[in-house]
């Protein structure tokens, strides 16, 4: 993204003008200028190629889980409400019917996006049992970072950045972060996963990070490089990061530390072969996203990053 322009697509799953997901995205975008389209897809079964999706999203339908049918009113109604949140960009709406994720990622194709944004419940109210029937194959398979927000919160105040063990990762993972929370500027934690095993840290259990950082002072490790990177990087815009440290396997701390209560959103950016493949796919990762209650942001690279 430019000095302070933003483009940003935004699936909107349904065409409603209280909608959370759309109130997150505007607080993280606070103070930018660029564009934010919305695409609203009405969804016909028929046209969904893969089973497994035309089934739950039947049957999410018959739990009263069906999109309203587009209405243009609605629509521009939607449009004015963003344009009041983010008045510095130019917002513009568009709808089409068929296989929300074909339609999805077309649009990704046809046009350059620095951010996809997603509502993973239903109608964008919570409903813990419900991701929705096609959150989980965009995320697989959009090529620009993707935030899906979840739950009830209406503003991104605490993040949880995971920071990579290697320096190219890293750097475009917090690169691309300092750039996106410019203006926004929330509450930056860094967290530093270690491995178990290590002598050094013997009686030290995951998420007594006070200890932990007591335990590493002076103790020199290729991931505390990483963090000075990272806190560097932040500290160039003019944002702070704390850091937090925990033990064991890096998915498993992940999650658990994001279930801590204190963060709004959690970023991350998978290594290649995917470490994080468990959690993102298939049934696990069904149940994984239900069970966090909190907004996650998927990096991938990108031309710019």
Known sequence: ????????????????????????????????SGKVDLLYVEEVLGEIADEKRRKLAQEQQEQGQKPAPREEDTLTRVEEK?????????????????????EVLDQLERKSYDLLSLEAYGRGGFRKNILGAHVNKIVQ????????????????????????????????????????????????????????????FEGYISGEEERLLESID??????????????????????????????????????????????????????EPNILTSLWSGDESLKTMRDIDISFLKFVGTDRY
């Open 82 to 102: 963003v344009k009041q949140f983010l008045p510095e960009c130019i917002v513009s709406t568009s709808s089409v019917a068929g296989d929300p994720v074909e």
């Open 218 to 271: 002076n103790y020199d490790r290729e991931e505390f490089k990483y963090l000075d990177i990272a806190r560097e990087i932040m500290a160039e815009r003019g944002i702070k990061g704390e850091a937090r440290g925990r033990i064991g396997q890096v998915p498993e701390e992940i999650l658990a530390e994001a279930k801590e209560g204190r963060y709004d959103l959690m970023a991350f950016f998978p290594e």
């Open 1 to 32: 993204m430019e000095e302070n322009e933003v483009s940003v697509l935004h699936h909107l799953q349904a065409a409603v003008e209280d909608n959370l997901a759309l109130k997150f995205l505007g607080s993280i975008l606070q103070g930018r």
């Open 141 to 200: 398979e959009s090529l620009v970072p993707t935030l899906v927000h979840k739950g009830e919160l209406a503003a991104c105040k605490r993040v949880l950045v995971h920071v990579p063990n290697d320096r190219g990762r890293c750097t475009r993972l917090i690169t691309y972060l300092a750039d996106l929370f410019r203006a926004s500027r929330p509450t930056i934690t860094f967290l530093v996963i270690l491995p178990e095993s290590q002598e050094k």
